[in-house]
Each structure stands twice: as structure tokens, then as C-alpha cells.
């Protein structure tokens, strides 16, 4: 489904952090990740344009490209995105590089704490900077940040 993507259309997606949810014996509880360094997480991406038929328009999407999930996001979650460094960003978009960079990122390349279960919730504003604020979890309410 993606040969043609990954022979033409790469791309590069940056994003501040990213979440993923843990099951929790009350529920799922979201944990933010985000460099530790502070630079943006940049994921490695597809991109490509479709014709929607109903709508006669052209729709340009992108997928990221998830792998296995390392040691450390490997405690929460079983993939995290592929998360490229500098270096390897123009060899990604040039299609110089292949399977060999879509792999997990080093174990301390992330940091993640809990927040807010409202950031499932289709009513939060996407732009509510209180959603990867730190929330308190589990017993006696210490939040527990996994650095």
C-alpha cells in the first residue's frame, strides 16, 4: 500500500511531543513524550494525494511510520514512532536511506510524564496548553515522571 510513498513521497513531521495511552486499573491514563534534549520530536512520515470521489477534490494526507517500541517507551506502550535525528533527515527525504533508519529511537532520546485524561476527549481545545502539563497518578498521588 505504501511502496510508491516510500520510493517518492517521504517526509519529515515535526511535532513538540506526542502521546500514548497505558491501561491503568482505572482506565487508560495518556503519557506525553517529548525530547529531553527540548528540540521537537521529528517523525519520519509518507505523504501523498488521493481524489475523493464524492467530494471531487484532492486530499493530501500523511501517515508517520511507527516501529517497535524501545526499553524505555517499551514500559507504556509496544511502538512509538520512528523518531529521525538531524543528520539523518536529508538522506530520509532524498530516498537515500531505506529500512535501516526505521528503527527505535535510542532509549534516552525521550522523556514522558501522565496528563490529563482530557486530552481524549473530543471537547478539550487541541490548543489547551494544560494538556501536557504533568497530572498527579497512582498511590498517594506523587506524580511520577518517567525521565
Not at 486530552?119 to 497512582?138: F, K, Q, T, W, Y
Request: proline content about 7%; overall charge negative; glycine content about 8%.
Amino acid at each position: 500500500m505504501f511502496r510508491g510513498a516510500f520510493q517518492r513521497t517521504r517526509c519529515l513531521i515535526p511535532a513538540s511531543g506526542y502521546y500514548e495511552w497505558h491501561d491503568a486499573p482505572d482506565g487508560k491514563q495518556p503519557f506525553y513524550f517529548t525530547r529531553r534534549d527540548g528540540t521537537p520530536v521529528t517523525i519520519a512520515g509518507l505523504w501523498d494525494e488521493w481524489r475523493a470521489r464524492q467530494a471531487g477534490e484532492t486530499i493530501r494526507s500523511c501517515a508517520m511510520i511507527i516501529t517497535e517500541a524501545n526499553e524505555f517507551v517499551g514500559e507504556l506502550h509496544d511502538r512509538m514512532p520512528v523518531i529521525l535525528e538531524p543528520e539523518q533527515f536529508e538522506a530520509w527525504l532524498a530516498g537515500a536511506a531505506g529500512l535501516d533508519l526505521l528503527k527505535p529511537a535510542g532509549n534516552d532520546v525521550l522523556q514522558c510524564w501522565p496528563v490529563s485524561r482530557r486530552v481524549s476527549s473530543s471537547r478539550a481545545p487541541h490548543d489547551d496548553p494544560s494538556l501536557i502539563e504533568a497530572v498527579a497518578v497512582g498511590a498517594g498521588g506523587d506524580v511520577q515522571l518517567l525521565v
